[in-house]
């Protein structure tokens, strides 16, 4: 997801579908060229990049995510990515007093992390977790954009990779450095020796979430991943058990997309593909929950430029199932209301079904009924039972990737993105002991705060 590492350019905050890996109190990697620490450079490829530093303290950046395709064990596998070094880096170094780095003084001095490090590449079971080292680069010692390629052989299934930014080797003592990466490639299953026969099952996967692009049409995006097929004719595609033959697909990177126009209810969508070698099939579910907008209307009018008027308001909608709190009149700033019945996949931001859809549909038509409301959307994971320990910046980054994904919705469906506002908080507010699986639940959530009316 995302190999590019397109997102806002910003400092201290991994690329949109990449967490944080790095050291506790550590700031996180950053997005480039953000104009922060003095990085300019342009992409490879895309509009961003990412960078990370090594530090003198002895620690150093990393991100990671899960494959959508595990690696295998005894398997070869092409990789490339692009990378340089930056010779301006400049960035605020904070003294051993201060315990939390993501809060740091304005006024504190700043050095050059300009020092040439290099790239090492892990695989593992799960986030940010080390099991194998797949791959490492030379020090990267060129300014400009460069392609460095690997050949994976794992020794074990890999279903979750870190790139890791670290010193070049030997080295007495730690120092700081950059490093900025940009486009890399698929992992790409290869022949291990020369003149061997390579034999590849085909693999299918639907991309979630599902993109609504015309919801007052019931209109759909459907994208997937269908690797090791050759040609459209080795795919079945169908909607509600009815088979479509209208979809791109790309044999190269197996890339999969369709548009759709889906009925009321539950939708069941199925993709199927197979080789000589086997066969491999996905399904999931779409949800479409009936609208309250009046119907599209075409007003022909005498003058083809002339403007057409504005779609019909949202009809008012009497009550709020869920959000129950937003049925008053007198809702004010500074009020803070729970998303019940708003439900994710496990360790992960992708809503997971109807029951999920409804209620984001409430506040996105109590938000069109009510144009001058503004909200924050905060997200909130759960801590852990007892005395076991949770990783703090990869809870952070969930809530917040959870909010980003209500907050993305109410957009792509007409709420002007200067209305609302999103944040995650990780377990730092619970409203429930951890120590039950009832309390964790509880503070597992996502909350709307309503910042002025």
């Known amino acids: 997801m995302n190999p590019s590492f397109e997102d806002i350019a910003r400092a201290s905050l991994p690329p949109k579908g990449w967490i944080d890996c790095g050291f506790p109190n550590e700031s996180p990697p950053d997005v480039q060229p953000s104009g922060a620490w003095d990085v300019y450079r342009p992409a490879y490829h895309g509009y961003t990049y990412l960078g990370m530093v090594t530090r003198e303290n002895d620690t150093w950046e990393s991100v990671g995510q899960r494959l959508s395709h595990p690696l295998l064990k005894n398997r070869c596998y092409d990789f490339s990515i692009y990378m340089c070094t930056s010779s301006e880096y400049w960035s605020a170094v904070a003294p051993d007093s201060v315990k939390n780095r993501e809060f740091l003084p304005d006024d504190l001095p700043k050095k050059n992390f300009d020092q040439e490090i290099k790239l090492r590449i892990w695989g593992g079971d799960g986030y940010c977790d080390k099991k194998e080292l797949l791959g490492e680069s030379a020090t990267v010692k060129n300014t400009n954009w460069e392609k460095y390629s690997w050949k994976i052989e794992p020794k074990r299934d890999i279903t979750h990779i870190i790139l890791e930014a670290f010193y070049k080797t030997p080295t007495l003592f730690p120092y700081n450095g950059n490093i900025l990466i940009d486009h890399a490639s698929n992992f790409t299953m290869i022949a291990c020796t020369e003149g061997e026969e390579l034999i590849i099952a085909p ?23 269908v690797r090791n097929i050759k040609s459209k004719s080795q795919i079945k595609f169908k909607v509600n058990s ?39 099939e996905d399904e999931t579910q779409v949800y479409i929950v009936e609208s309250n907008s009046s119907p599209e209307v075409n007003n022909p009018v005498a ?9 019909p308001p949202a009809t008012p909608r009497k009550d709020y199932k869920v959000l129950k709190g937003l049925n008053s009149e007198d809702v004010e700033a500074g009020e803070i209301f729970k998303m019940d019945n708003l439900y994710f996949h496990a360790d992960d931001s992708t809503i997971q079904d109807k029951a999920s859809f409804e209620v984001l549909d409430e506040l996105l038509q109590y938000l069109q009924e009510h144009p001058k409301v503004h909200i924050e959307v905060r997200g909130h994971t759960s801590g852990g039972a007892g005395n076991q320990r949770i990783n703090v910046r990869y809870s952070e980054n969930l809530s917040k990737s959870r909010a980003r994904t209500v907050a993305q919705y109410l957009v792509e469906n007409g709420i002007a993105p200067t209305r609302i506002q999103y944040k995650g908080f ?9 120590d039950t699986p009832e309390g964790r639940r509880k503070n597992q959530r996502v909350e709307i705060k309503i910042l002025s009316t």
Do not use: C
């Open 203 to 225: 693999a299918v996967r639907i991309l979630q979430p599902i993109e609504k692009i015309n919801p007052r049409l019931n209109q759909v995006k459907v994208n997937a991943l």
């Open 242 to 280: 009815v088979y479509i033959d209208v979809f791109d697909f790309e044999p190269s990177t197996g890339d999969f997309s369709t548009r759709l126009s889906l009925k009321e209810g539950k939708n069941t969508i199925h993709i199927y593909a197979s080789n000589a070698e086997g066969e491999a």
């Open 303 to 311: 003058d083809g430029n002339a403007p057409q008027p504005p779609p």
């Open 426 to 434: 990780g377990f730092r507010q619970p409203v429930a002991s951890n």
